[in-house]
């Protein structure tokens, strides 16, 4: 079966550590760039990384520059999210994990990990 | 940043009758290879999102025909041609032109 599962969210405290995976499977993993695009409670879709299939490109969102690293291992269908000692009240979100295409576009999403940020 | 913004945020609708969403660039989504690299997403209650279109008017792999996509530059719109109730949830539009990607902040489709 086509599909994405992420894990590792959970409650951290501001300025804590995460780090978020995704299990792919169902296709050739390494063959499709892949991102993340969080949703934070009663809110719209923000992309927050990307990733290219061999990993040798990574793109960031402004807001997580610099504190999120994209990573992927494809001898193990698994693309990851590590957030660094910086996590923050509004990183507080669904973190989904989407497999995108060529022609620029997601067509396949996981159900998403919660994060909540919070003392 | 390119920003996305969708008009309505919210609209009601009869089962049966057609629906459109407009959504709108602050600056022309050609790319420099020529193509248009907007997409339309649904997402139900407590469900992730799914793919509808791709570059403006693609219906993806399993979309029923009666939603279509239209538009060009700057401006684009999500026609339902008749409402079905499974139809209901938050329509997004989104930009993967230039990073960072983005996204319209939602129009809430509901049944009247």
């Known amino acids: 079966e086509v599909q994405l599962v992420e894990s590792g969210g959970g409650m951290v405290q501001p300025g804590g550590s995460l780090r978020l995976s995704c299990a792919a499977s169902?296709?050739?993993?390494?063959?499709?760039?892949m991102s993340w695009v969080r949703q934070a409670p009663g809110k719209g879709l923000e992309w927050v990384s990307a990733?290219?299939?061999?990993?040798?490109?990574?793109?960031y969102a402004d807001s997580v520059k610099g504190r999120f690293t994209i990573s992927r291992d494809n001898s193990k269908n698994t693309l990851s999210l590590q957030m660094n000692n910086s996590l923050r009240a509004e990183d507080t979100a669904v973190y989904y994990c989407?497999?995108?295409?060529?022609?620029?576009?997601?067509?396949?999403w996981g159900r998403g990990t919660l994060v909540t940020v919070s003392s | 940043d390119i920003v996305m913004t969708q008009t309505p945020l919210s609209s009601p609708v009869t089962l049966g009758q057609p629906a459109s969403i407009s959504c709108r660039s602050s600056?022309?989504?050609?790319?420099?290879?020529?193509?248009?690299?907007l997409s339309w997403l649904h997402q139900r209650p407590g469900q992730p999102p799914r793919l509808l279109i791709y570059?403006?008017?693609n219906r993806f792999s399993g979309v029923p025909d009666r939603f279509s996509g239209s538009g060009a530059g700057t401006d684009f719109t999500l026609k339902i041609s008749r409402v079905e109730a499974e139809d209901v949830g938050v329509y997004y539009c989104?930009?993967?032109?230039?990073?960072?990607?983005?996204f319209g902040q939602g129009t809430k489709l509901e049944i009247k």
């Open positions: 600056q022309s989504l050609v790319h420099s290879d020529g193509n248009t690299y």
């Open positions: 989104m930009q993967a032109t230039q990073f960072p990607y983005t």
């Open positions: 570059k403006i008017s």
């Open positions: 169902g296709f050739t993993f390494s063959s499709y760039a």
């Open positions: 989407a497999k995108y295409r060529p022609e620029r576009y997601f067509d396949l």
């Open positions: 990733i290219s299939g061999s990993g040798g490109s990574t793109y």
